[in-house]
């Protein structure tokens, strides 16, 4: 079993619409949840991290459920821009940092 | 966060020959970390790199495949020696900032092409 697995979509969605996004992750000691995102031919970069409690940024909600070791991303009022494709970042801390990124889900958001 | 820069940015190289990647941050940052992104895959961690000592890699990557140097707080070089095709990839450098969150931050990528 993958360490982090997601859906791998693609999503193809109408702006306005509301998606959310599935990641579930083995190691249950995992420490730190996080969810990046990846333009084409881009960098990762950070899109937020997810608290216990879950925790809103403007149009993105991320909720963590440590007991099911699930996590979701809600993208509410998709935007053009949204597209791109989005990581579940793991932190299973042990020996130094151990970032472990899921395969991403793919999200198109058409006009 | 921090700059981060790479160089070079993309190269084509050929197969048997190495290729050294520059990874440079505008502040002190403790923890480096090297990453390689496969065509339509997601990241793998080579190593960390790791200031005054040798690099620690992941299962899978070693020191003569890929040596790392980390000669100060700002700046680390990762090469990819005796390439072959399947080293074709994107090569990320990241970094955590000594402060804050433990969230990493990427380089713009090398993206290299082996024939």
């Known amino acids: 079993r993958k360490e982090v697995e997601q859906d791998p979509g693609p999503f193809n969605v109408p702006e306005g619409a509301t998606v959310a996004f599935n990641c579930t992750y083995s190691?249950?000691?995992?420490?730190?949840f996080f969810w990046y995102r990846q333009d084409c031919r881009k960098e990762p970069k950070l899109l937020m991290s997810?608290?216990?409690s879950g925790n809103e940024d403007g149009r993105f909600t991320a909720q963590l459920n440590r007991a099911s070791q699930y996590i979701s991303l809600l993208i509410r009022d998709s935007k053009l821009s949204d597209s791109a494709t989005y990581l579940c970042v793991v932190n299973i801390k042990g020996y130094g940092q151990n970032f472990v990124f899921g395969p991403g889900t793919r999200l198109s958001v058409l006009p | 966060s921090a700059v981060i820069s790479q160089k070079p940015s993309r190269d084509i190289c050929q197969r048997g020959t190495s290729l050294t990647i520059q990874c440079q941050v505008d502040s002190q940052v403790t923890m480096m970390f090297w990453y390689r992104q496969q065509p339509g895959q997601s990241l793998t961690l080579i190593a960390t790199a790791n200031q005054g000592s040798e690099a620690t890699y992941e299962s899978g990557f070693v020191i003569d495949k890929f040596p790392i140097s980390r000669p100060n707080l700002t700046f680390s070089t990762l090469t990819v020696s005796n390439m072959s095709p399947e080293d074709s990839s994107i090569y990320l450098c990241s970094l955590q900032l000594t402060s804050g969150r433990e969230t990493q931050y990427f380089g713009p990528g090398t993206r290299l092409l082996v024939l």
């Open positions: 997810v608290y216990s």
């Open positions: 190691n249950s000691a995992s420490q730190s």
